[in-house]
Structure formats: C-alpha cells, structure tokens
C-alpha cells in the first residue's frame, strides 16, 4: 500500500515522465490547457481521492463527512465572493456534466433550447447532434454574421422571436470576441426564457475584471476550472437563490454520485489564487500576448476570424493556404507548437478536417512567456505553414522550440 509508483508499476511511471517531457518540450497553444500550481496538484492527489461523501454539508450519505464538510463550505465561500453569486455547486466533474445539470433542473424533456453553432464557436454540450442534450430537448442555433463573424443580436432576437425557446444559452469555446450579456437577458425576457451562460474558456478573464461579468444578467452560470482560472479539471455552477435548490438536485443525485472531494479541495485552493493581486496581471498577460500572437500571424499574411481578437484565443481561417486546419495541426506538432484544429465559421469542411486552427495563450503566459515569444512563435508558425511540405524547416524549428522551453519551465518542474 505504501510503495511508489515507481515500485509499484514502472510502465505507468514510464509513461508519466515521457509525458511531463512532452509537456516540457512542447508549446501548449490549446486554449482550454493550462498548467496549475503545485498546491492544487497535491490537492488532487491528496487523501482525500478515496473519501466518498455523497450529498451536501450537513446532509451526507455517509459518515466521516465532518471534514470534507468543512472543505465544501469552503470552497463555496471562496466561489461566492470570487464570482459574486448569490449560491454556488462546486460538485460538477466538468462543465458539460454543470451543462447537462442545468437542462435537467429548468426544463421538461422536449423543451427547446437556443444556443450557438459548434461550427461559429459553440461547444458540444450546447447541443450537438451527437450529445445527450440533443436527444432529450429540441435544439436551435444561432451563429455568428456572416461579415463581422461576430454574435448579431438582432438576429439572434428574430430567432428567439421565431423559436421562442425555454432555455437560451450564451458562451462559446471558439469565440475570440467580446460578450456582451446585456441585451442576452433582454432577449430573453422578450421571450420568457431562462438565460444561462456558459463562460467556461473566459472566467479567468471576467473574475479578473477583464471581460463583462455575466452574473448580474444570467440566470444559470456555468464554467470549468481548469482552462483560464488556472485549477483542476471540474465544473462550478453559479446561480440565483431561487434556483438553489433544483440545481442543487439536479447536480445530486439527479446526474452525479458522489462528488470527487479532492477535486474539490483543489478548487478551493484555485478560488484563493484567482483572487491574489497577481492574477489579475496574469490575465491581462493573457489577453496581451494573444493580441501580439494575432498581430505577428495577421502581419505574416494569415486571416483571423473576426480580424482578431479581445481574449484568449484566436481563430485562424486557412482556407486559402491550401492547407487544412488537421493538416496544420500535425506539422505544427511536429516542430513543437502543439493548438488544435477547429472549424471556422461557415466552414466548407467537416469537423474532422476544419478549415481553421484554434491557438491560445494561457498555457503558454503561465510558463513566463511575454510578447516578445509571442512573435516569434507566431513567426514561427508562419514559416511552418507556409511550407507546410518541408520537414527540415520543422525539424529546425523542432530545436528552436526546445531552447525557448528550457528558459521557461512547466508548473511542474518550476514550483
């Protein structure tokens, strides 16, 4: 019981360090990546891993709650007064399973829902063919405009109008603009429907002060904790008190078992983080260094959706470099410079092809990384893609990439 991993089972052991090397050795341009700290690290992998504690403070399943009792009411006071809501579940193991929660606890089945396009920068739980959601509630899109790639509001009312939806959902994991949830809630009052924000790639940005806050608008907010705040995987829901007790139920037992304590222990410690003075520079390190990563790429012949952006992350259109956004992604990883493919707006190809590339800034402003990497990152993208079949101008890169690693660590080797 008492011997390490090491002892215990060297294949596991083996694959860890090739991966902490990858980590190391590679540039994480995935906008829903990001490295923690140590201290939620070793709350992950603290004893509380094997509690189970099915329920809520003060009404357990089980016994020997007394403590992780005393962590959740903790947890959820840091959450309170770092998202300024008025009730907060940090139970959810991921913001689809918060998603799939709120749906269950303000709506019947069959009951319709507004959200955006996955191809203009929605997310799977927003109700994707291919997802539960889809099969349980009737689903309409909105998207982007055609011109500005941008949310249209007044469009986006005229299908509300013509839908008249219970449920309308705003958030994005491909959007690299500004959200504004104002005339979100008054849409949503002309059509009688619960508003729930989903702001699971910009929280860090919004609790920050840098982004417009969706709690005062929202019904129902949603979000992870892993990509911009810098903490676990896991879900959190924010929402008003009068929806307390049916997200309470929704969220247990009506979708989960018992809630992962240790996750929640590491959330906690990321609530604390997030409210330190130096977050708030970490984010706007953030938002500057994908503004500088956008400039190098536009200034190096790219096309950017919506010609740039205001947050984490960036939307890069290839459609006229003869290359796909899979394509792009396999030899960018070959030199290093790890992002992922992803559709464009209006996009021609399918979702296992993409005609874009979606590259963000957090993992990367974490390790100590400013704008002067950021252009030559971009820099070097745009030579890679731009010669997409020469394999020596990677492996070039490939030891560029390496040097620049060395001088920032991961998380995981510097703190």
Not at 83 to 101: L, R, Y
Not at 370 to 399: C, V, Y
């Amino acid at each position: 019981m008492l011997r390490s991993l090491a002892q215990t089972d060297s294949q596991v052991e083996k694959i860890l360090k090739k991966e902490t090397i990858r980590q190391q050795d590679t540039l994480t341009l995935i906008p829903s990546e990001n490295y923690p700290s140590r201290a939620v690290r070793e709350a992950e992998g603290s004893i509380l891993i094997d509690k189970y504690a099915e329920g809520y403070p003060g009404k357990r399943h089980y016994r020997g709650c007394q403590f992780v009792d005393e962590l959740e009411e903790l947890a959820i006071e840091r959450a309170k007064k770092l998202f300024k809501g008025e009730h907060v579940n940090v139970q959810p193991h991921s913001g689809t399973q918060a998603n799939i929660a709120v749906y269950q606890a303000l709506l019947n089945p069959g009951d319709t829902i507004l959200s955006l396009n996955l191809s203009h920068g929605g997310h799977l739980s927003h109700g994707n063919k291919a997802t539960l959601p889809h099969t349980h509630y009737r689903i309409i899109h909105y998207g982007v405009n055609r011109d500005s790639e941008m949310l249209d509001y007044e469009e986006i009312r005229r299908i509300a109008k013509e839908h008249y939806p219970q449920l309308i959902v705003v958030g994005a994991s491909a959007y690299p603009r500004t959200i504004d949830f104002a005339p979100w809630r008054e849409i949503a009052d002309e059509v009688e429907a619960y508003l729930l924000a989903d702001v699971a790639h910009i929280i860090g940005l919004i609790v920050a002060g840098l982004h417009p806050d969706p709690v005062p608008y929202a019904d129902v907010v949603t979000t992870t904790t892993q990509k911009t705040l810098r903490g676990p995987r896991g879900g959190v829901i924010i929402c008003q008190k009068e929806y307390a007790s049916l997200i309470d139920k929704a969220i247990f037992p009506g979708t989960q078992g018992g809630p992962f304590m240790h996750t929640i222990a590491a959330k906690a410690i990321c609530f604390k983080e997030a409210a330190e003075p130096q977050f708030k520079e970490y984010q706007a390190q953030v938002i500057s260094n994908a503004r500088e990563l956008a400039k190098t790429l536009m200034e190096e012949g790219f096309r950017l959706v919506s010609k740039g952006t205001d947050n984490h992350l960036l939307l890069i259109d290839l459609s006229s470099k003869d290359i796909t956004g899979k394509e792009a992604s396999t030899i960018l990883e070959e030199a290093g410079i790890v992002t992922n493919r992803n559709s464009i707006p209006f996009d021609t190809k399918p979702a296992s092809i993409t005609s874009g590339i979606r590259p963000g800034t957090p993992a990367l402003t974490t390790r100590g990384m400013k704008e002067p990497e950021m252009k030559l990152i971009g820099e070097w993208i745009s030579k890679i893609l731009h010669n997409p079949k020469q394999g020596n101008i990677r492996k070039k890169i490939r030891e560029k990439v390496k040097e620049l690693c060395e001088k920032f660590p991961i998380y995981v080797n510097s703190s």
